[in-house]
């Protein structure tokens, strides 16, 4: 049975004899349409293996049964881990993995289930850790092709977001740097059960895996960005010269052959502008 309707959802919480942690943000999709949408956006072939992140009871993981060659769903909440043992064990393509996906090792888990074939991350994420969880898809060097998860709409605006608009920010950086995001479409709380306090939406990032902007020195690319975001309201010069012992004066002019201005903000600078300050700042 598909588990997406209130109906369902009601009566296997019932049979196992458990409520919706909120604490784990056990929401669980009831929509159909939403599902369709996810699965169509991820372009999962059966010649992907899929990674679903949080299966709760198993309605997306149904439909990835149906279209990919194979699907490892990592599910924190033992309960439901040992419910989808059991309804999933006539499907040969699904495998359940009783664990917390941040603290996984997602390569071996990869590497391990879906050896040469094409991954892709599909997943409704628990919202409480969305952010770590997208950064640890994109930073680990994972041999994922694309991640297409429902997210909190304002976490995806954020990710998708544009230099010099109020929702620009160091998420936004890193996602661009690593991806090319994408919102997909947003979707109502009542798409739910229990409704999230929140509007969600569907986001799909494809991997620069080879593409990746040229970048001498990721982790000082980084810390120019968090400096850069950490203190917003400063022009990019006070923050920079607040975390890098450098004259100010000399932040200042670098700041001015990239920008043309030596009294912008962070918010104000693209990626390739990121790049260049990091290369020539010490
Ligand atoms: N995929 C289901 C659906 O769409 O109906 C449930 C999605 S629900 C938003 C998030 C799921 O993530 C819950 O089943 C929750 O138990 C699980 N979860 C929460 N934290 C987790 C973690 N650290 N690792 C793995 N799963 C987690």
């Known amino acids: 049975m598909n588990p997406a309707s209130p109906k369902a959802v009601k009566k296997i919480l019932g049979e196992l004899g458990t409520r919706p942690n909120k604490a784990l943000g056990q929401n669980f999709l009831i929509d159909e349409k939403v599902l369709s949408l996810t699965v169509e956006a991820s372009q999962i072939t059966g010649q992907h293996g899929v990674l679903e992140i949080g299966p709760g009871i198993g309605a997306l993981t149904y439909e990835l049964s149906k279209h990919a060659g194979k699907v490892a769903a990592i ?160 022009t990019l010069a006070n923050a920079l010269s607040a975390c890098f012992d450098m004259p100010k004066d000399e932040i200042k002019e670098i700041i001015k052959s990239i920008c043309q201005n030596e009294n912008v903000r962070g918010e104000n600078l693209d990626i390739d502008q990121f790049i260049k300050i990091s290369e020539l700042i010490r």
């Open 75 to 234: 599910e924190i909440d033992r309960t439901f881990a040992a419910y989808l043992e059991g309804a999933f064990s006539d499907c040969g393509n699904v495998k359940i993995i009783c664990a917390d996906a941040l603290k996984s090792d997602l390569n071996k888990i990869i590497s391990e289930n879906f050896g040469n074939m094409p991954v892709a991350v599909v997943a409704n994420l628990p919202y409480y850790i969305t952010s770590p969880l997208i950064m640890k898809f994109l930073e680990d060097t994972l041999p994922v092709e694309s991640v297409t998860v429902m997210i909190q709409k304002e976490v995806a605006q954020r990710i998708t977001a544009s230099p010099s608009t109020a929702d620009y920010g160091a998420l936004s950086v890193a996602a661009q740097y690593y991806s090319t995001p994408r919102i997909i479409g947003f979707v109502p709380p009542e798409s739910f059960l229990p409704p999230p306090k929140v509007t969600s939406a569907v986001i799909r990032l494809d991997l620069k895996n080879h593409v990746r902007p040229q970048v001498k020195n990721e982790k000082k690319f980084f810390l120019v960005v968090k400096a850069a975001f950490g203190q917003r309201r400063k």
